[in-house]
């Protein structure tokens, strides 16, 4: 299995905290939300490829700002740049991340989820276990009908059927994507510059995949990262086993 994790855009709402750095630098429980990510990551994924573009287009070198010194030794995480992140959408930049990836799993992570050791095991023993040999891929959620968040929609059969602005369940920046769905998700997202990379799970066969809420956190505003790092504080305080 490969991981992509999608962090080239510049976290606007996120002010001053992110003007020369994307949200992936942000601190959370006194540690860079990559780090969270790709350690954790690890354990699943042959190679992680972490696709960049704000504070990265003047070309600084990410190996000179990025310590992957705690990532395993047997998993390789490589650095794409893209110079068209100011004008196209994170479509775009799945896109051109999974042109390097051919007979792989795919995580599909968004650069702004902090996720404990458990949510990731869960989602990928769920996938690997039932979802894969199926037909079908995954999209992380959390149970629950709302409108604030973007979300995804099912069926009877646990199908999914819509994502978006929608009333739904929330998606939780988690997922992955089937071998064998590959060069459909290209054939989608090579026409859709401008949207976002989830509508590829509303287009091949894919089911929820549920995550507790408490396990993750979406940091989409400073509100969001105050509550992010109240939360990790506590499980430091409290000894709170990550598993």
């Given amino acids: 299995m490969e991981a ?16 020369e750095l994307p949200k992936l630098f ?3 429980g006194g540690r860079p939300l990559y780090e969270h990510q790709l350690t954790r990551l690890a354990p699943h994924c042959d190679r992680i490829t972490v696709v960049l573009g704000h504070g990265f287009d003047d070309g600084t070198a990410p190996e000179s700002v990025f310590d992957t010194s705690k990532i395993a030794a047997d998993t390789d995480v490589e650095f794409m740049v893209i110079d068209e992140w100011a004008t196209t959408e994170n479509s775009y ?17 968004c650069g702004d989820v902090v996720f404990t050791q458990s949510v990731i095991d869960e989602l990928v023993q769920t996938y690997e276990n039932g979802l894969r040999d199926d037909g079908f891929s995954g999209v992380g959620v959390v149970e629950g009908v709302q409108d604030e968040m973007t979300a995804v929609r099912w069926d009877d059969e646990d199908v999914i059927t819509d994502y978006g602005a929608i009333k739904g369940h929330q998606e939780v920046g988690l997922f ?16 859709q510059d401008n949207d976002w990379f989830p509508i590829v799970f509303e287009n091949v066969p894919s089911k929820p ?13 400073p509100a969001h990262l105050r509550a992010a790092q109240d939360k990790w504080s506590a499980r430091a305080e ?3 086993p990550e598993r």
């Fill in 176 to 191: 992955v994507l089937n071998a064998a769905h590959r060069d459909q998700a290209m054939e989608i997202l090579g026409g």
């Fill in 4 to 19: 992509i994790v999608l962090a080239a855009g510049e976290g606007s709402r996120m002010g001053d905290r992110t003007a």
């Fill in 209 to 221: 995949i549920r995550v507790d809420e408490n396990e993750r956190h979406e940091i989409n505003t």
């Fill in 238 to 240: 409290h000894s709170i």
């Fill in 26 to 28: 942000l601190e959370v």
């Fill in 93 to 109: 930049t799945a896109h051109s991340a999974l042109e390097r990836i051919d007979d792989e799993d795919v995580l599909l992570v």
